[in-house]
């Protein structure tokens, strides 16, 4: 194996790791809903994926959750781990593609603007019919009981579609909005000289 290959590999350990490390400082949002939690783990990740491309990227992502599992395990019978895997791709992806036949600052901004978009899209199916109806079943709870505890918070969710309008949606779209922000901030500072280390 070529040494900037070992390299490659090296760095996407390490922002795998740098992700897995950002989970646990979490901010609760609990105006939204008593499970919006939200963290920058994504950051690392598209960062990471515009510097090492998409097979970059999903290591990153499949090291973070290696890492989630190990150190912290399950308690959704690997479903919070799928839909993290799921958002994490919508997210990163679709950017970080665009990115690689754009490679402007207009790119950059148009497929962080894409990849907001399809992870947004993509959560509320992930929430709708993957990571609640996993706990559902886990903890024999029901959607009137998920809407309740919502309720009890949010006083505007009063039934399934209020859940996505008044919880779901802003929560991804302002978690999105924040990454994407610190990503257009701090992508250049940290990929020239990571460039650098990798390419020397």
């Excluded at 510097?51 to 690997?78: C, E, N, Q, R």
């Excluded at 990115?99 to 978009?117: D, P, Q």
């Excluded at 929560?171 to 020397?200: C, E, G, H, W």
Aim: with cysteine.
């Amino acid at each position: 194996m070529k040494r900037g290959e070992v390299r490659r590999l090296t760095l996407a350990a390490l922002m795998g790791a740098v992700a897995f490390v950002l989970q646990y400082f979490s901010l609760s949002i609990p105006f939204l809903s008593p499970f919006a939690n939200l963290d920058l783990s994504a950051l690392p990740e598209l960062i990471g994926g515009f510097i090492l491309g998409p097979v970059g990227a999903v290591m990153i992502i499949a090291v973070k959750l290696v890492l989630i599992l190990i150190f912290k395990g399950t308690s959704s019978m690997y479903t919070g781990e799928i839909q993290n895997f799921l958002l994490s791709c919508a997210y990163v992806l679709p950017a970080v593609l665009y990115y690689r036949k754009h490679r402007t600052k207009n790119g950059a901004l148009i497929g962080i603007l894409i990849s907001s978009v399809a992870s947004v899209v993509v959560a509320v199916f992930t929430n709708l019919y993957l990571i609640f109806p996993a706990y559902m079943v886990l903890y024999g709870m029901n959607w009137d009981s998920i809407v309740a505890a919502c309720s009890a918070v949010n006083p505007w969710i009063k039934d399934l579609p209020t859940f996505v309008v008044f919880s779901v949606l802003p929560f991804n779209i302002v978690s999105r909005a924040i990454t994407s922000v610190l990503t257009i901030l701090l992508y250049k500072r940290i990929s020239v000289p990571v460039k650098k280390m990798i390419l020397d």
